[in-house]
């Protein structure tokens, strides 16, 4: 058995080893946003704007499968670390095999259920009646994914806390370079559009999750055996409330995105700029924010399995300076894609096609408006991660939550009253603001605790 001792996460240089970590799982990060990105780009310039929106009616149903598999794969991944931290191989392995039992089990049932009910969910997530036929011929496609979706998401933490990172981040990067090669080939070649698309996408994702299995025959830090796929109703619990806060997160980012869109729709029929017009240009801004977010969640996920081996080992200085040095890199990080994003708006969105001078102009605004205030957010992020990694998931669910469901969600119904469909933007930065304050006032409470 590998002792604490042997272990580099108990004993190697905190920079060095969240360097190791956070890299690998930063370009994961940034490359699963790319299957949605390089959608919209290769769908903007072949199919239009119309299409571009079907992608963000369909984004929400997405992001519900993205939640259901990082709940089971960061709770498993918590789980994981702690027992590793402990000395606990045995029941590391269990953790993982119970959590490839659920994912099976959770991802056939959500695939059923979202195909038979694509037109109502399509409808509920802000389709009007010129972009829906669009959204239910990628819908019907990108739901067929989701077992494989699922599994190579979830799991990718795993491989990074069985200290894998490199290989965690190349299942990741195949799948995307091959969506990124099939996109152009089946939209623009085969004339496919829309459904050429989601197909690349699918595609792109069973890479993914072969490459993922291949690497859970050879675990470094456990043993897969028959024994750990004996289902354990408890540890299912376990690993899903360890991983509860991960799943509200994506959850309340479904909710948003229902609201936002259907806000869009109603207070942009108002406007000179028309119902279809915002909500596809701020889906756009949302999902150029994800490439930049997905750096901060690339730099927590990657500081997640040292936080929770040297709390599990009794290391609290360890753990602690991890969680410092993440929120510095992650507010850096923000700090600058704010300046790219408020310095050349333009060029960020033409990028995605040209369309009408209306388009162009709230496609603008949205950009800057809207993400005026992420800077703020990597603090949000890493401290939401650390309350995770430390065993902590009631914590992590409120701080997880906050930005989207205590903030976000209000200000959405509450600012276009007065301000019109551009209220919809201001509702960014007034729910960032908000949600750094409670981060903070919460972090700084557990860590004045831990230090007493």
Not at 125 to 151: D, K, Q, R, S, W
Request: proline share 4%; aromatic share 10%.
């Amino acid at each position: 058995m590998e002792t604490m001792e042997q272990n580099p996460l108990g004993t190697a240089p905190i920079g060095r080893l969240l360097g190791k970590f956070a890299v690998p799982s930063i370009i994961s990060m940034v490359v699963s946003t790319l299957y949605n990105l390089v959608d919209q780009i290769f769908i903007g310039r072949g199919v239009g704007y119309l299409g571009n929106g079907a992608t963000n009616v369909i984004l929400p149903i997405t992001v519900i499968a993205l939640a259901l598999g990082l709940m089971i794969g960061d709770g498993a991944t918590a789980y994981f670390s702690l027992c590793l931290g402990q000395g606990e191989t045995k029941k590391a392995a269990q953790g993982v095999g119970n959590a490839l039992l659920l994912t099976v089990a959770v991802s056939v049932l959500l695939t059923l259920g979202s195909f038979v009910f694509l037109r109502p969910l399509c409808r509920l997530f802000g389709a009007t009646e010129t972009i829906l036929p669009y959204a239910l011929e990628y819908g019907a496609i990108i739901v067929l994914g989701f077992p494989f979706y699922l599994f190579s998401m979830g799991f990718n933490s795993v491989l990074r806390a069985d200290g894998s990172p490199v290989y965690a981040m190349l299942t990741t990067l195949s799948g995307a370079i091959l969506n990124t090669i099939l996109d152009p080939m089946f939209i623009f070649g085969f004339g496919m559009g829309v459904t050429g698309a989601a197909i690349a996408t699918v595609l792109g994702q069973i890479v993914s999750s072969v490459l993922t299995l291949l690497y859970l025959r050879r675990c470094k830090a456990v043993r897969l055996t028959r024994e750990c796929f004996v289902p354990q109703p408890k540890l299912c619990l376990k690993l899903c409330s360890l991983g509860i806060s991960s799943f509200f997160l994506q959850l309340a980012a479904t909710i948003v995105i229902a609201v936002m869109n259907n806000v869009l729709v109603r207070y942009g029929a108002a406007s000179p700029y028309g119902s279809e017009i915002p909500m596809t240009t701020l889906g756009i801004t949302m999902k150029i924010n994800q490439i930049i977010t997905g750096i901060v969640i690339g730099i927590s996920v990657g500081a997640q399995p040292i936080i929770g081996y040297n709390t599990g080992a009794g290391k609290w200085n360890r753990a602690r300076k991890t969680y410092f040095l993440a929120v510095g890199w992650s507010t850096v990080v923000m700090a600058a894609g704010t300046a790219v994003f408020q310095t050349f708006p333009e060029a960020i969105i033409g990028i995605f096609g040209s369309e009408s001078a209306l388009y162009q102009e709230f496609a603008v605004k949205s950009l800057t408006i809207f993400l005026l205030l992420i800077t703020l957010n990597g603090f949000q992020l890493c401290t939401g991660v650390f309350f995770q990694a430390i065993g902590k998931p009631v914590q992590a669910t409120v701080v997880s939550l906050s930005r989207q469901v205590l903030f976000l969600l209000p200000a959405l119904l509450i600012l276009p009253h007065f301000l019109g469909v551009e209220g919809a933007l201001w509702a960014g930065p007034v729910g960032d603001a908000c949600t750094f304050v409670l981060a903070l006032t919460l972090g700084g409470l557990e860590l004045r605790n831990r230090n007493v």
